[in-house]
């Protein structure tokens, strides 16, 4: 949410208040033109559709697409989810953490001992009855806990 405020509130800021320099000190060809950079599906090697952002307390982009991509703005990493489905919502936890939505499972990235990141499931604490849902479309983080809304079930 908070990568996806910033990119609008870059998208709407007046072209005349631009600089003609980016924070680097690189020289820009057009003044005036935002500090924007477009990535292709053929670039980040995924689908044309990005479903939700979310970013990390390091600054780590996390896309949600088929399974969730990692990007730590010089490579994308792809971590992949129990289905490989669209991973519809992806939200900042308590303490840092990443939790993950897509059809039929929800979860959390949870870090290896290599600092890797890998999907935790939590589909396993739910009783069996329960697991016929489609897409996570929304996480709320809450003083009791943490939500997962699907059509069918909150988790």
């Known amino acids: ?13 007046p072209l005349w208040a631009q600089t003609a320099a980016t924070p680097s000190g690189q020289k820009l060809s057009k003044p005036g033109v935002p500090f924007l950079t477009w990535y292709g599906p053929e670039t980040y ?28 703005g010089t490579t994308f990493r792809n971590i992949p989810t129990p289905h490989n489905s669209s991973a519809r919502s992806l939200v900042l936890g308590p303490q840092g953490r990443i939790y993950v939505g897509e059809t039929g499972d929800f979860g959390y990235l949870q870090p290896d001992s290599n600092g890797k990141m890998h999907y935790q499931s939590l589909v396993p604490f739910v009783p069996k ?22 059509r069918e079930r909150l988790f």
């Open 1 to 13: 949410m908070k990568s996806t405020l910033l990119l609008l509130a870059l998208a709407t800021i």
């Open 45 to 72: 090697n995924g689908a044309t559709q990005i479903w939700s952002i979310a970013e990390d307390t390091r600054g780590v982009i996390y896309v949600g697409h088929q399974g969730v991509l990692e990007y730590d």
């Open 129 to 150: 009855e329960e697991h016929e849902f489609q897409n996570i479309a929304d996480i709320h983080i809450a003083g009791e806990g943490i939500y997962f809304r699907a």
